[in-house]
């Protein structure tokens, strides 16, 4: 008997590439061949979660015999082969095979959160149990009190994966010891970092996980109901999270008498409008409450008065996913890798100019360096690598000569950069660091609650000022301005959103200063990504006058006769770009 499973990556990221197309060619080719009735061969499919390497999308694992071969850019035209060939004849087709890149990406990785992401079936419940899901709540509940639960989460060294980094459990200590009537557990899944996909992918891979985590923590505190707060622009997320709460509810994880323990509680999903600012605690407690999702003042902090004033953890997705595997394995095993104070594991989305984009997970204190040219592959195009971005908006931007960095919490606190959720942005020699400043202060703009000044009207000036110099109209003393009004701003504001806002321009700043300088003093952006500083000239010596730019310009700002140089008028030229993109000959040069 040859025991034959595919897997179809069936994240939002393998959806977006097709992959339910691919799933349902699969159904249909095996179907018509015959397989699941024949005697000798018993074959099924599967659904599975994200399987990190995004850029290879449709990713599919065939199994026989636990003999696995995975294909790579898989496409429905492709099914109908790779079943001829390699289910009936157990012949891998070998070009459609993933190649180094494929194997270097996982080998340096080292998968806690992700280790089940990818390959169970994130909608059966079965799955997860057959891989030992659930076993860590019944021991926690049936044969550990609720102190000796978060004795052993302090142990292993868990610090938050939100952002703040805060030990995880010294939060459940101090929410246990609080005498309250009623307590609450978070988990807080309203991931706004631009380009950033962790939390999703967790969720959509591995539901239970969180579950689990969630069920485990809220024991520790003695809390009796739970709330996921997650963005509403996550529905596949948010789809099997619900199924994953009904089926739980169904198997007992879930309500009265949690697994015959006396032990009751639940989980409710509160859907989130998309708010960055929500990503703050007491935002968050706020729009669950009903309110505007504004943060507040602290102390008091959510342990000791929280939602509906009552102590409440509030904890992130890969933090409560992590909580299970170290009931299961021990505390000593979580705190084996990672350095001394940043223990375990972190999760990325790595993405920007990088050849192998997709979702990681390596251990805390790996160097910049490993992540970016061993897992990701170098620079995409191999142009020459300028900054990695880490944090998201409240991040910084770290440059080539501090690539060994480790990544760990204290290391990129260090270099004027954060953890934070774990968005990583990689930069090449075409990115403009003012630029990249300008972005990141135009979305935490966007995205202040407005309640306080600083961060209100602190964000807005910094972006006029940002904005003036991308134009050309930057002036001297602006680099000191942007200086100081960032330190008041990270000093005056309520919240994280504020006082983290000015990271990425105070690290341009350290970093790349002469890039403003030259925007400032020569108006000229050297990576020619400003427009207004932008000044396109035709070669003569290079043109071939074959008017392919006369062809592809808007504006009509070039001139010049069929087989004869052209020209173009700058006082005409919109700057846009499109001859540079058309001409095949390299004539037409910006600067």
Known sequence: ???????????????????????????????????????????????????????????????????????????????????????????????LVAGDDYHNFHDKQFKVVLSDCGSIDPEDIDAYIAVEGYTSAQKVLGSMSPEETTDLIKRSGLRGRGGAGFPTGTKWEIAGKQVSDRKYIICNADEGDPGAFMDRSVIEGNPHAVIEGMIIGAYAIGAYKGYVYIRAEYPLAVE???????????????????????????????????????????????????????????????????????????????????????????????????????????????????KNSGLIEVPMGIPLRQIIYDIGGGIEGDRQFKAVQTGGPSGGCIPADLLDTPVDFESLAKVGSIVGSGGMVVLDETDCMVNIAKFFLEFTRGESCGKCVPCRIGTKRLLEILERITKGEGRPGDIELLENMSVDIKMASLCGLGQTAPNPVLSTIKYFRHEYEAHINDKKCPAGVCRDLLTYMVLPDACKGCGACLRACPAKAITGEKKKPHAIDPSVCIKCGACFDVCKFKAVKKE
């Open 240 to 354: 099997r999270l619900r199924k994953a709460l009904d089926d739980a509810r169904r198997r007992n994880f879930l309500g009265k008498s949690i697994m015959g323990s006396g032990f009751d509680f639940d989980i409710l999903v509160k859907l989130g409008a998309g708010a960055f600012v929500c990503g703050e605690e007491t935002a968050l407690i706020a729009s669950i409450e009903g309110q505007r999702g504004m943060p507040r003042a602290k102390p008091p902090f959510p342990v000791y008065q929280g939602l509906w004033g009552k102590p409440t953890v509030i904890n992130n997705v890969e933090t409560l996913a992590n909580v299970s595997y170290i009931v299961r394995k021990g505390a000593e095993w979580f705190a084996s890798f990672g350095t001394e104070k940043s223990k375990g594991t972190k999760v990325f989305a790595l993405t920007g100019k990088i």
């Open 1 to 95: 008997m040859h025991n034959i499973l595919v897997k179809v990556c069936m994240g939002t990221g393998g959806i977006a590439a097709g992959g339910d197309e691919v799933l349902a060619a699969f159904n249909k080719e095996i179907a018509e061949a015959g397989i699941t009735a024949s005697v000798e061969k018993k074959c099924s499919t599967h659904q599975v979660g994200c399987r990190g390497l995004c850029a290879k999308d449709v990713l599919v694992d065939v199994i026989i015999n636990d003999r696995k071969v995975t294909y790579q850019h898989v496409r429905p035209e492709m099914v109908s082969r790779i079943v001829k060939e390699h289910i009936l004849e157990n012949v891998p087709v070998a070009e």
